[in-house]
């Protein structure tokens, strides 16, 4: 079954039918075809189930608090804060746009609204500033994937819900993967900055500058640590800490800062529930497949298929991320956990691999996945905000993929580099 779902999911998707009901759509078809129609009920008894869970209320509460901070003008902040330190180098306003995702992410834990986010204030600021459209847009998707590697992060709560891994662990292992990433995006534009003589954005900042910027983004940043202060020292759960992150955007935004007014609040809850009902639909039809797929033993099939190429953890490490790269060009990240990480995961615990280094492998492999193209959800939502085509930037976009890809390798060859930060904190043994 999941090797005639994959090729008829990707066919619906191209005929224009969307990732949700592609996800019900081919499983119901395979188990009509397939003479299961009995099983179909399962396929939407389990939307719900799969959707009704409260480690997943967290998506829903970080959707919002990122919704209430950027509504809030305060992503303003945060790329006037990374300006005032790094704006004056040469592409300087390509290292702001990098950092200020960096610093974004602690906040979200989304690509989409990094993107859109920084998107909207960084690429006509860059565009005037000398920088054409499309590299101006490629350099905001790729460095938006960055949003769900640093915590707080949607895509790992997902992959902790559903192969019950400490969110906790995942999320102290994705820091150094994440500054990592934004580190490898920098040392590329240093180097195009030179060949190609990109702009300086503007002089120097003095201390005094730098300590207003710091004063104006202290605030913001200080919900990343209240986050993972809370969920790694046992205040709060993953969950509880969302929350407190959203009453913590609300105060800053309506009543220390007061950007924002009480009458903005019903378009942005509205905004933040459109959002959330998408990842949740996503997570429900996932889940409902799993449920269908785990009807055929396809998950053990699979496993005896893979041992059969070799018993090399390393070897299969290096296939399996070609694997997952490849299915981040069709599939949103989302999804694509929940499809593969039951069939995957057991495979390689049960090679040695640590539960919490294979999850970051997955979780930011297919993060990168969000702005490969053809299909990378960022590279839309980079084309809506930059108004160039899709075609442009993902040629623009492809020396930064082919950084990230290397830092994938590090991280997944390196095992130390996302380990040491949980091990230190004892969410993690050996």
């Given at each position: 079954?999941?090797?005639?779902?994959?090729?008829?999911?990707?066919?619906?998707?191209?005929?224009?039918?969307?990732?949700?009901?592609?996800?019900?759509?081919?499983?119901?078809?395979?188990?009509?075809?397939?003479?299961?129609?009995?099983d179909i009920s399962l396929l939407f008894r389990n939307i719900y189930n799969g959707i009704d869970s409260?480690?997943?209320?967290?998506?829903?509460?970080?959707?919002?608090?990122?919704?209430?901070?950027?509504?809030?003008?305060?992503?303003?902040?945060?790329?006037?804060?990374?300006?005032?330190?790094?704006?004056?180098?040469?592409?300087?306003?390509?290292?702001?746009?990098?950092?200020?995702?960096?610093?974004?992410?602690?906040?979200?834990?989304?690509?989409?609204?990094?993107?859109?986010?920084?998107?909207?204030?960084?690429?006509?600021?860059?565009?005037?500033?000398?920088?054409?459209?499309?590299?101006?847009?490629?350099?905001?998707?790729?460095?938006?994937?960055?949003?769900?590697?640093?915590?707080?992060?949607?895509?790992?709560?997902?992959?902790?819900?559903?192969?019950?891994?400490?969110?906790?662990?995942?999320?102290?292992?994705?820091?150094?993967?994440?500054?990592?990433?934004?580190?490898?995006?920098?040392?590329?534009?240093?180097?195009?900055a030179k060949k190609y003589d990109f702009p300086i954005a503007g002089p120097k900042s003095s201390w005094q500058e730098r300590g207003q910027a710091t004063k104006s983004a202290i605030l913001p940043l200080f919900a990343p640590v209240i986050i993972l202060g809370g969920i790694i020292g046992g205040v709060f759960t993953p969950t509880e800490a969302s929350a407190v992150a959203t009453a913590y955007a609300l105060i800053i935004s309506v009543w220390v800062m007061k950007t924002v007014k009480l009458s903005d609040l019903p378009s942005i809850f509205i905004k933040g529930a459109k959002a959330?009902?998408?990842?949740?639909?996503?997570?429900?039809?996932?889940?409902?497949?799993?449920?269908?797929?785990?009807?055929?033993?396809?998950a053990e099939i699979l496993a005896d298929f893979v041992l059969t190429i070799s018993d090399n953890p390393l070897m299969l490490l290096f296939l399996i991320n070609i694997l997952l790269f490849i299915v981040g060009m069709f599939l949103d990240a989302g999804p694509a956990i929940i499809i593969l990480g039951p069939i995957l995961g057991p495979i390689f615990i049960n090679l040695g691999i640590d539960p919490v280094h294979f999850a970051i492998i997955m979780s930011v492999n297919l993060t990168v996945g969000l702005a490969t193209p053809p299909m990378g959800l960022v590279l839309f939502v980079a084309s809506s905000v930059s108004g160039e085509r899709i075609e442009s930037i993902s040629k623009a976009i492809l020396p930064f993929l082919a950084v990230e890809v290397v830092v994938i390798f590090l991280i997944t060859f390196f095992p130390s580099l996302s380990m040491t930060v949980p091990r230190l904190l004892g969410l993690v043994s050996g």
């Open positions: 079954m999941l090797a005639l779902f994959l090729p008829l999911f990707l066919v619906l998707l191209l005929i224009g039918m969307p990732v949700f009901f592609s996800m019900l759509a081919a499983p119901g078809l395979l188990l009509y075809a397939t003479g299961m129609e009995r409260f480690p997943l209320m967290a998506i829903p509460f970080f959707m919002l608090a990122g919704e209430l901070m950027n509504r809030g003008g305060i992503t303003l902040n945060l790329v006037q804060f990374s300006q005032a330190f790094i704006g004056h180098v040469r592409g300087g306003l390509a290292h702001v746009n990098i950092l200020s995702s960096m610093l974004f992410a602690g906040l979200s834990g989304s690509a989409v609204a990094d993107t859109s986010a920084i998107g909207s204030m960084m690429i006509p600021a860059m565009e005037k500033n000398g920088y054409s459209r499309k590299f101006a847009a490629a350099i905001t998707a790729a460095s938006s994937v960055i949003g769900p590697i640093i915590p707080p992060s949607g895509i790992m709560i997902i992959y902790a819900y559903t192969m019950e891994v400490s969110v906790a662990a995942l999320f102290a292992a994705g820091i150094v993967p994440g500054i990592l990433v934004g580190v490898a995006l920098m040392v590329v534009v240093a180097l195009m959330s009902a998408v990842v949740l639909l996503l997570v429900g039809s996932a889940i409902a497949f799993k449920t269908v797929v785990s009807l055929s033993h396809s």
